[in-house]
């Protein structure tokens, strides 16, 4: 079966760290391009983070500095380190396997003092 599991939202304070995991299993190739999402509820989902086939990376200007892509490819996992983390971070965020068009089902992250 195949799936995209996230793991790793809460709640933290603003300035606080969080590491989203996104593990894929199944026939999900690993090392292929795979990218972040977020959505808030009532708004459009929004663009995070990408990487591509080749290990090209891009960022959403809101998150630039703050947030970090990677994947270890052995373990078919994507990461996302999220640091300086601001209340309009709130959001339900989702991994997204290009190649296959799955998706996770998302993890909650809350930014709240």
């Known amino acids: 079966q195949v799936q995209l599991v996230e793991s790793g939202g809460g709640l933290v304070q603003p300035g606080g760290s969080l590491r989203l995991s996104c593990a894929a299993s199944g026939s999900l190739s690993s090392g292929k391009a795979m990218g972040w999402y977020r959505q808030v509820p009532g708004k459009r989902r929004e663009f995070v983070a990408s990487?591509?086939?080749?290990?090209?990376?891009a960022y959403a200007d809101s998150v630039k500095g703050r947030f970090t892509i990677s994947r270890d490819i052995p373990k078919n996992t994507l990461y996302l380190q999220m640091n300086s983390l601001k209340p309009e971070d709130t959001a339900v965020y989702s991994c997204?396997?290009?190649?296959?068009?799955?998706w996770g089902q998302g993890t909650q992250v809350t930014v709240s003092s």
């Open positions: 997204a396997h290009y190649e296959s068009g799955y």
């Open positions: 990487i591509n086939a080749n290990g090209d990376i």
